[in-house]
């Protein structure tokens, strides 16, 4: 007895080849019902209003002066000691002024005062920091000193 081998027919591959578009057209339905569902009520369309925290209210900035020796200085910072032992660390900011002698304001400078210097500061609490807003030579501040808001920045 003679054996012939069968042959197999496959399809056409080409019947195969294209992008299946049938999972992706799934997928996409089902994203489309999941967002509809998601923003649709019985009444019809979903009205969400979004509302921002209010902002955080700071205390307004309470006024502070003290006179007494320089103990510290930097170019961000000033530290005195008052008569009565009260020590205050100051923060400086590019707004504040130095008066070094009468009439005179300018920037200040770390090398604008040195330690145990008698110095005379006015400024601002702000958030619980003191912030320097002139740093003054009582000398400049004298009765034959300018006031000291002498050309202060307003």
């Not at 019902?33 to 921002?52: E, F, H, K, S």
């Not at 930097?74 to 130095?98: E, K």
């Amino acid at each position: 007895m003679t054996q012939i081998a069968g042959r197999h027919r496959l399809p056409d591959r080409s019947a195969h080849a294209g992008p299946r578009w049938g999972a992706a057209s799934m997928v996409a339905a089902a994203g489309v019902t999941g967002w509809l569902l998601a923003v649709m009520d019985d009444d019809g369309p979903r009205t969400v209003t979004v509302q921002t925290p209010p902002a955080a209210v700071s205390a307004p900035a309470e006024a502070i002066q003290r006179a007494g020796l320089v103990t510290a200085v930097s170019a961000t910072s000033l530290t005195t000691t008052a008569s009565d032992g009260q020590v205050t660390t100051f923060r400086i900011t590019p707004d504040t002024a130095a008066i070094t002698r009468p009439g005179a304001s300018t920037p200040y400078a770390a090398t604008s005062f040195a330690p145990s210097q008698h110095v005379l500061v006015v400024g601002v609490v702000h958030d619980g920091v003191p912030v320097a807003t002139a740093i003054a030579d009582p000398a400049a501040t004298g009765p034959a000193g300018a006031p000291m808001d002498y050309d202060l920045p307003a």
